[in-house]
């Protein structure tokens, strides 16, 4: 008879082996923070099986950014069949599933909701354990899948369209926040500019590609906080510049290049970046920087950080495109690690759309 998702093998549930996080140990992971439904398959805390991602940017982008409503249904829409297509290609079935990882927080609630009380109701059903997962210690994880040179300590820097900040990673559930955003998030701040210009939402590829047709030197904006001596890092006076520089220069009746601009607001944005994430390194007297998160695609940070990591010899660790953007394979690689130190959590665990880092 051929096997389905939820045929059960004669058995099978009696020889789970329910405490035993060995290194063959398979975790279903879910997640659903933001507007990204994911579900993936991961052995033994490093390897991926499968890991599917839906994405709802085209479901978004007529209205210029994440309308949280929509997210949520298109969660409830997505997640059954990316959970059954990760199964399928990992060759596994529900059965073979030793532990069910699903984000926890932060992100959007109504779609947290739709990922953790999916991965309840089958951890329940299975009788297997439920694991909470932070979706920014997830991030920190997804250095860890696709290089195994790459290990902890380190500096992270994860940065996205929700977050920027700077993370001291001592050890698995060690860290300590440097320093971050005290405004805007360094991707909403690509978002914001971009929208402003009349591009495209997400913006930040946007930015991306049309900086490397401008100069970036051709405008002097903002470094706010670089030479503060702190690992902060603030972007809306930086957008506020991109915005009154345009209307001047449109008030002057000047034709403004908007290579230039996003050339030199991208370039204003590394600077920063790249100054604070090299003297946190230093300060934390570690040699190895992970960066994370969806601006971690963008070309001018990658380049500014792989020479400045490369002038101190730092090694730097980027995973690759489909493991910066929100995923589930980095959920179920945390979510691994946390089951090997006993950290599960109940069935009556509930997200929390701010849920710390530490
Ligand atoms: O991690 P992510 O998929 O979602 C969260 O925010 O958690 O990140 C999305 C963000 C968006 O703000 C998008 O504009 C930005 O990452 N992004 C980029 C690039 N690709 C994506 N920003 C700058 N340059 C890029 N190439
Ligand atoms: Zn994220």
Known sequence: ??????????????????????????????????????????????EILSNVIVSQVDLHGEYGGIVPEIASR???????????????????TFWDIDAIAATLGPGLIGS????????????????VPFVGVNHLEGHLYSNLLDDHNAEFPAVALII?????????????????VMGGTIDDAAGEAFDKVARFLGLDYPGGPE??????????TAIGFPRALMF?????????????????????????????????????????VVDVQVAKTIAATKAAGVHRVFLCGGVAANSGLRQGLAEACQKDGFSLHVPPMEL??????????????????GKTSGLNASPDPNLPLV
């Not at 298109?74 to 596994?92: C, F, K, M, N, W």
């Not at 996205?160 to 300590?176: C, D, I, P, Q, W």
């Not at 503060?228 to 008030?251: C, H, M, P, Q, W």
Request: aromatic share 4%; with cysteine; glycine share 10%.
């Open 1 to 46: 008879m051929p096997r389905t998702l939820w045929t059960t093998p004669e058995a099978v549930v009696l020889e789970r082996r329910i405490g035993d996080w060995d290194e063959d140990v398979l975790v279903l992971a879910i997640e659903t923070s933001c507007d990204e439904t994911s579900a993936a398959v991961v052995k033994g805390g490093r």
């Open 207 to 216: 930015i991306d590609r049309l900086s490397l047709l401008g100069d970036p």
């Open 112 to 127: 947290l909701l739709v990922g953790v009380a999916e991965a309840k109701s089958i951890a329940a059903v299975l009788q």
């Open 228 to 268: 503060e001596g702190d690992f902060d890092v603030s972007y809306s006076g930086l957008k506020t510049a991109v915005i009154n520089y345009v209307r001047r220069a449109e008030a002057r009746g000047e034709i403004v290049s908007i290579e230039d601009i996003a050339a030199s607001f991208q370039q204003a």
């Open 74 to 92: 298109a969660h409830v829409e997505a997640l059954t069949p990316a959970i059954g297509e990760a199964l399928r290609g990992s060759d596994l």
């Open 324 to 341: 910066c953007t929100d995923n589930a394979a980095m959920i179920g690689a945390c979510g691994t690690a946390m089951l090997r130190r």
């Open 160 to 176: 996205s369209g929700g977050h920027t900040m700077l993370v001291h990673v001592k050890g698995h559930g060690n860290y300590e």
